[in-house]
């Protein structure tokens, strides 16, 4: 009996002396659990940008933040060879569209419920699975609409306010147009509708979106199509006739005409308006072309063609800049990922970057930003009209179909096809380039 307690005595210390080796460890353990994040950046003119964000986080958390960013072009050669590296890989990455879901959809963690998805003003940008999940989250978007010299509207007696929908950018636009004519005033409506390869992608890309996105969005599509119906046609023939009959540029003279022309009559006040997007507010205001307009004097307003309650509509918007978070990596490092997600879109440091660097981003949190082409856009998201996304985005073989359609549009404007070859073009045109897709 002795013996046994002896024995019971000896094995208790022992483990008691297990245990208390064992508490390092543990407190170890512990510390791996605070996690540390890997973004893959795929926009090398953010890196440096990205890379002091990263390192105020760690500063103010103590939470590791590493950056690397792709080579321009290289981002998905980048990412695959990173997500090789198991407990390496990126802990958030880009997924674009509904393509890269295909290939990364099993790496993107769902992010519904999440701090950073409540955060958003639109669901719009966002990339979900056919089972529902939210894969990625849009943290930015570009927009395009008509732009507006609100100065010259100003002197045709005019002011933004009374544009809401077709009808009224029509009034507009004809009393301007009739003024010209007059003399009354030395600048045209619209800006040239140029369809030289440098400026048709506005109208065989962003303006038709138009139609397609109004198809779509009565059909509930949600993926490329095999076919369209052209539901919508006669409206986008509403605001192609507007754009060539109110320009200073009409017929046969459209087939020439470029980019760079539309956006010199622009920006040296030869014209009101000007369909184009965010991206031309640089153009617009900086020294580099030389037009140096005020940006008190510009907005951005929707292309409007006549379909019911289209006033409530917003400006074009759409992006291929979504973050996912990779599912594959631990539950620490995917919550560590999390809370600097969070932390990039409601904080000083990180909306003010996000502001600087992406222009209009939507969360809640989001800053103003210089381009008040963006600003209008939040501010028609925030006053709840509804986004028009890009649509366009689903197009088969996308240059060859907007060849065809740019060569109908061609023909009709110059007076030798009819509206009915646009139709053609742009619904035959479709099903034929899928099945050749």
């Known amino acids: 009996m002795k013996k046994f307690l002896a024995l019971a005595l000896a094995l208790v210390m022992a483990l008691a002396l297990v245990a208390c080796g064992n508490k390092p460890s543990t407190d170890t353990g512990k510390k791996e659990e605070t996690g540390s994040v890997y973004y893959l950046n795929f926009k090398p003119e953010s890196d440096e940008a990205w890379q002091k964000l990263a390192a105020d986080y760690t500063a103010e958390t103590g939470v590791s933040v590493k ?10 050669e980048t990412l695959t060879a ?25 790496f993107c963690y769902d992010l519904k419920d999440t701090d950073v998805a409540k955060e958003m003003t639109t669901n719009e940008f966002n990339l979900y699975k056919e089972d529902g999940s939210l894969a990625c989250v849009g943290y930015c978007y570009e927009c395009f609409g008509i732009i507006v010299n609100k100065a010259l509207l100003k002197q045709a007696g ?5 544009i809401k929908d077709f009808a009224s950018l029509k009034a507009v636009v004809e009393d301007i147009t009739a003024q010209h004519a007059a003399g009354k005033v030395d600048f045209a409506a619209f800006t040239s509708s140029g369809l030289d390869g440098s400026s048709a992608w506005r109208f065989s890309g962003h303006l038709a979106n138009m139609p397609l996105y109004y198809e779509f969005k009565d059909d509930g599509v949600t993926a490329q199509p095999a076919e369209i119906k052209g539901t919508y046609l006669d409206n ?7 754009y060539i009959n109110n320009s ?3 017929g046969a003279a459209l087939a020439a005409a470029t980019g760079d022309q539309a956006e010199a009559e622009f920006g040296q006040s030869k014209a009101v308006f000007f369909q184009n997007g965010s991206w031309e507010y640089s153009n617009l205001t900086g020294e580099e072309k030389g037009f140096k307009m005020n940006a008190d004097d510009l907005a951005m307003i929707p292309i409007y063609c006549g379909v019911s309650g289209e006033e409530k509509a917003g400006l074009c918007c759409g992006t291929e800049n979504c973050w996912a978070v990779n599912a594959k990596a631990s539950e620490a490092n995917i919550k560590a990922t999390l809370d600097f997600m969070k932390w990039v879109v409601t904080s000083d440091k990180g909306t003010t970057m996000m502001a600087e660097q992406f222009g209009p981003i939507p969360f809640k949190s989001a800053k103003s930003s210089e381009n008040v082409f963006f600003n209008d856009a939040n501010n028609y998201i925030n006053n709840g009209n509804y986004i028009v996304s890009w649509a366009f985005n689903y197009t088969p073989n996308v240059d060859t179909w ?7 549009l061609t023909q009709y404007s110059a007076g030798s096809g009819s509206w009915d070859d646009v139709k053609t073009a742009m619904v035959q ?4 380039q899928y099945k050749a897709q």
């Open 82 to 106: 990173e997500m090789d590296k198991d407990d390496a890989a990126p802990t958030m990455f880009q997924c674009g569209n509904q393509a890269g879901l295909k290939t990364w959809g099993d």
């Open 248 to 250: 200073d540029t009409k």
């Open 67 to 76: 950056v690397v960013t792709a080579a321009s072009g290289k981002y998905q």
């Open 158 to 162: 005019h002011d933004v306010s009374e």
């Open 429 to 432: 045109g479709w099903a034929t």
């Open 236 to 242: 986008y023939k509403n605001i192609w006739d507007l």
């Open 402 to 408: 907007r060849a065809g359609v740019v060569a109908a």
